[in-house]
């Protein structure tokens, strides 16, 4: 079977900084794969190449076998207009920092209101979906409540009731844990842990090393836009080959 991601000598610039350099990785069906590594490293940038929230420069992607942004004819690339992009976008559910939840709506609104709009699915189907999401994050009592009325790990847990609603193929979190206090971390925590063990496909950019140590197959270290290590969590955090990650794990253990 095709892996579920393949990237192949991504570049990306903004302006005349380099956010990515010859990045190329695969994420295979059911693999969970944490990337770290200091801030402006290209971490998110990747995340948002990946769903065409920012464009590359050279090198291509392919998701489930799909080329990302391009369409084939023959031997010539055409790049896909945005109606194409919107529903290439669909194949992946991106949970960011903020938790991007429409104020004005309730809970259950802000869930059903992609499958609903987007997707064209009757809102009779979706609504018993999104509160099984709901109940499935811890949070099916907050279905009438607004976003105000709620604290930030709980807005974060909707995020990602509302990524699910879509039935992505894979999950993108940006950080998705670092806008939130401390004693807030460990329920978003929990409801990403209970993902990967179901087998969705996830890419998790993130600071929380006990979190990628217990559930990713693979962590990736990007420093300055490249790949410097990748393997087992024990290997790379716990036995780093790279002097540049042991000196990035210890500074985060400090």
């Known amino acids: ?50 769903n065409q929230l920012e464009r590359i420069d050279s090198g291509a992607v392919w998701i489930d076998d799909e080329l990302v942004g391009f369409r084939q004819e023959g031997d010539k690339l055409y790049e896909l207009n945005d109606a194409e992009i919107a529903r290439q976008r669909l194949s992946s559910g991106m949970v960011f920092q903020r938790f991007n939840l429409f104020a004005h709506m309730t809970v259950l609104e802000n869930i059903i209101e992609g499958p609903v709009i987007v997707q064209k699915r009757a809102k009779s189907a979706v609504i ?13 009592d907050k279905q009438h409540a607004y976003p105000s009325e709620l604290s930030g790990g709980q807005q974060q847990r909707i995020a990602i009731a509302r ?63 490249r790949i410097i290590e990748t393997g087992p969590p024990q290997q790379v955090l716990n036995n780093p080959q790279e002097k540049r990650t042991r000196d990035f794990i210890a500074a985060v253990l400090a």
């Open 163 to 225: 990524a699910l609603a879509m039935k992505p193929k894979l999950m993108l979190f940006d950080e998705p844990t670092s806008a939130l206090d401390p004693e807030l971390v460990s329920e978003v925590l929990a409801v990403m842990r209970d993902l990967a063990n179901s087998g969705m496909t996830m890419i998790v950019v993130t600071h929380e090393l006990g979190f990628a140590r217990e559930v990713a197959h693979r962590v990736v270290f990007m420093d300055q836009g």
């Open 1 to 50: 079977m095709p892996a579920m991601v393949v990237a192949v000598g991504l570049h990306k610039y903004f302006g005349n900084f380099h956010a990515l350099d010859e990045v190329s990785l695969e994420i295979q069906h059911g693999e969970v794969l944490c990337i770290i590594g200091p801030s402006g490293s290209g971490k998110s940038t990747l995340l948002r190449c990946i």
């Open 128 to 140: 018993p979906e999104a509160l099984a999401l709901l109940e499935r994050v811890g949070l099916k």
